[in-house]
């Protein structure tokens, strides 16, 4: 059980939201992560590592959807949020009207372990909304031709 004590010596950094939804016609989408909680008890800088990933039950795929991404993260007393850039791909292939990837923050092998912090939510999902659906409208239409006395259905 954590009790108040460890609690207000802890900092806690994660992802500001748990889904980020981005039109794949988009060049990117922005993701954040931030000092939560503990803001004021940060007395050093604090490096995490936040990377792209695909996980079996993600749809979309690195190199074709998105450019993969494993990038280091300085949050201090000045700077409590960091913004990462992660580009999406514009492809022309019909697709589900949504792909997914998953964001995920980890300790960086560069941090002192002095500190307390913990990270949560230390993952995230980005949903793809795809833009070449226009054609997922279309309704089967049976259209009957009549040339003399046949029926044709095309």
Do not use: W
Not at 60 to 71: C, G, N, R
Not at 139 to 150: A, C, F, I, N, S
């Amino acid at each position: 059980i954590l009790n108040y004590y460890y609690l207000s010596k802890v900092v806690i950094i994660g992802f500001d939201e748990a889904e980020y939804t981005v039109m794949e016609s988009a060049a990117f989408v922005t993701v954040t992560a931030a000092v939560l909680d503990g803001d004021n008890i940060i007395q050093r800088q604090i490096r995490v590592m936040l990377s792209t990933a695909v996980l079996p039950t993600d749809t979309a795929t690195a190199t074709t959807d998105f450019t993969p991404l494993t990038t280091e993260l300085v949050l201090d007393q000045n700077n409590l949020t960091a913004l990462v850039n992660i580009g999406i791909i514009n492809d022309v292939f019909l697709e589900d009207p949504s792909e997914t990837f998953t964001l995920n923050l980890v300790r960086s092998p560069l941090d002192s372990p002095d500190n307390m912090v913990v990270l949560s939510p230390d993952t995230a999902t980005v949903i793809i909304q795809d833009n070449d659906c226009e054609l997922c409208n279309l309704h089967v239409v049976t259209l009957k031709m009549y040339e003399g006395m046949r029926t044709r259905v095309v």
